[in-house]
């Protein structure tokens, strides 16, 4: 069978994640050492654990209600609160399969074939898959490292036609790390409001910041109404693997976007629900400690991860947000893919290419530190012998 006629011509167009080409070479090679992957090395705290277990002791087995847990969505609701002064009722929240299906379900929701979503680069790498599927056009909001990688005014200005749709808005950053302040996401709002684009705000890193405490754009004057607010467990409470996350958004669009998870998903696995309730319950009880003590290691790593790429004269900015680091490799004579391609083959170190994070990324590389110091520490004495050995070629 000639498969390629059969595939859909969207599908064909995406490329396969770069994160994920060197993360498989990784696992086949037993010997290497990866800063690629970003996800937290904390174990999910017992609690939350043990609540998982506890609901299935009680057999807890059933699909939950489409739309999530109640008394997790109303767990929800007292966190954006408390947390990023953000009032939404439980029937604008849905719990999702992570902030994965959150992106795909608001891409799917807004984008009619041919409108433009402009997507801050570099960004996380599935926006642009999810606006290509539904015929949408990603355009490419380049960010420079002189701007600390922050989205700026002027630039969005210059992005948008009379068929730009949103904006997808992914602050404290992954790769970069960049974390937009208050007077940053002013700047931003009076242009999306100036064109009535909507926002799609991923703010699944936004436990983790380490200067002040996260904005969320949804919390600026006028701004509630026009943003769909994607977040989750994954980062900010270790729990990758569980699946969970949830969006909120004003009711016309949630119900919209929640006619689309009951089709797809049903609802997200009700143990990792009931993880997730037991999270945010202790969470908002304690001060989030579980929390703070994971963001205090990361802090620690941070800036001896950002010194030593400096060190080695590397540039690279001390991230304010986030666990990645994106140092510019562009003093080596390599580019990033050349950079990250020698140093696994040499040292069998693996790094992310910048490129795999949009174009504007070529000259750096992703490193997450969210290893243990001793890993970081063995990882960065090898990448600086390699860019000993690469300079003095
Ligand atoms: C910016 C960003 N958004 C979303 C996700 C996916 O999150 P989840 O595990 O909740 O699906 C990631 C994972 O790396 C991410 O970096």
């Not at 999530?68 to 947390?83: D, M, N, P, S, W």
Request: aromatic residues 10%; proline residues 4%.
């Amino acid at each position: 069978m000639n498969y390629n006629d059969i595939l859909s011509d969207k599908i064909k167009q995406l490329k396969p994640s770069g994160i994920r080409k060197f993360f498989d070479i990784v696992l086949s090679n037993k010997d290497a050492v990866s800063l690629g992957v970003g996800e937290p090395d904390f174990i999910t705290p017992w609690s939350v654990r043990n609540a998982a277990i506890k609901s299935i002791q009680k057999g807890y087995t059933q699909y939950t209600s489409n739309s999530g847990l109640l008394q997790l969505r109303e767990k929800v609701c007292q966190y954006l609160k408390l947390r990023f002064d953000l009032s939404y009722d439980t029937e604008e929240v849905v719990i999702t399969v992570g902030a994965s299906e959150a992106i795909d379900l608001s891409v799917r929701a807004l984008v009619n074939s041919g409108d433009e979503v402009i997507i801050p680069e570099p960004s996380y790498v599935s926006y642009s898959p999810a606006v290509i599927m539904c015929g949408g056009v990603p355009v490419a909001l380049k960010c420079d490292s002189e701007n600390g990688f922050k989205a700026k005014a002027a630039e969005l200005e210059k992005c948008i036609t009379k068929k730009t749709k949103a904006i997808l808005l992914s602050y404290p950053n992954n790769p970069t790390g960049a974390v937009m302040y208050r007077e940053d996401l002013e700047e931003l709002a009076k242009v999306i409001k100036k064109h009535n684009l909507m926002v799609i705000s991923d703010e699944i890193y936004c436990e983790l910041t380490y200067k002040s405490k996260h904005v969320s754009i949804a919390s600026l004057e006028d701004m509630k109404q026009r943003c769909i607010v994607i977040n989750g467990f994954s980062k900010s409470f270790a729990m990758t693997g569980w699946r969970v996350g949830y969006f909120a958004a004003p009711k016309p669009i949630a119900l919209e976007m929640l006619k689309l998870h009951q089709y797809v998903i049903m609802c997200a696995p009700t143990q990792s629900q009931y993880a997730a309730l037991q999270a945010l319950t202790e969470g908002i009880i304690d001060g989030f400690a579980a929390v703070e003590e994971m963001k205090e290691e990361y802090n620690r790593r941070r800036r001896f991860v950002a010194d030593s790429f400096n060190g080695m004269g590397l540039k690279c900015q001390n991230p304010d947000g986030a666990f990645y680091v994106f140092p510019d490799v562009y003093s080596t004579g390599l580019n990033g893919e050349q950079f990250a391609t020698l140093l696994l083959e040499k040292k069998n170190i693996a790094v992310v290419p910048g490129i795999s994070f949009g174009a504007c990324g070529e000259n750096f590389i992703r490193c997450s530190y969210a290893y243990s110091l001793k890993t970081l520490s063995y990882a960065l004495e090898k990448i600086e012998e390699f860019v000993k050995e690469i300079k003095s070629r």
